[in-house]
T-cell receptor, first 111, second 113 residues
């Protein structure tokens, strides 16, 4: 079963605009990660935020985590055409470190 | 350092046949995860191996099975293939001592005709 659910499922913006994607999950987590997938191939890790953190930055990426609402958001600032990809959140929970992915947000950045 | 490698890249089978997919993790990584990604859908968790043992299994029928070898490479077997098994199968590896980040291979595209 899917732990995370990304919202929106598809997003189309102009180059230079900011893109915001949201992720909601159901159970308590150890951490939450965001990944990127180009053209249906392998995923690439972007950023990880731990359950005791509220915000994290990495370059043009900003991630927030609200454990009380069981939600996270990924903000990509000053988007570029090369940011066009699908973005997935992934949660890690339990002592057995099962990593569960959401259904993803398909981002299109129009040049 | 070599990344996660998966073979074959593409695999075409017919209904009822068996498929074997292979994954070599990054050197030093002991955990291997398998995911199924059907067209346009998210990643469905299949199996997780660590130190040669199956640690967790997703909601898939028993005809999906696998194993992890002493060198930590892994194999996913799908028996009695059905049309809906057509998907991209992704393998990822992780080092338990170096964090929770997963490193993915490029996947095996399985087509069942």
């Amino acid at each position: 079963s899917q732990q995370g659910e990304e919202d929106p499922q598809a997003l189309s913006i102009q180059e230079g605009e900011n893109a915001t994607m949201n992720c909601s999950y159901k159970t308590s987590i150890n951490n939450l990660q965001w990944y990127r997938q180009n053209s249906g191939r392998g995923l690439v890790h972007l950023i990880l935020i731990r359950s005791n953190e509220r915000e994290k930055h990495s370059g043009r990426l900003r991630v927030t985590l609200d454990t009380s609402k069981k939600s996270s958001s990924l903000l990509i600032t000053a988007s570029r055409a090369a940011d066009t990809a699908s973005y997935f959140c992934a949660t890690t929970s339990g002592g057995y470190q099962k990593v569960t992915f959401g259904i993803g947000t398909k981002l299109q950045v129009i040049p | 350092e070599a990344g996660v490698t998966q073979s074959p890249t593409h695999l075409i089978k017919t209904r009822g046949q068996q498929a074997t997919l292979r994954c070599s993790p990054i050197s030093g990584h002991t955990s291997v995860y398998w995911y199924q990604q059907a067209l346009g859908l998210g990643l469905q968790f299949l199996l997780w191996y660590d130190e040669g043992e199956e640690r967790n299994r997703g909601n898939f029928p028993p005809r999906f099975s696998g194993r992890q070898f002493p060198n930590y490479s892994s194999e996913l077997n799908v028996n009695a293939l059905e049309l809906e098994d057509s998907a991209l199968y992704l393998c990822a590896s992780r080092s338990r001592s170096k964090g929770e980040k997963l490193f993915f291979g490029s996947g095996t595209q399985l087509s069942v005709l």
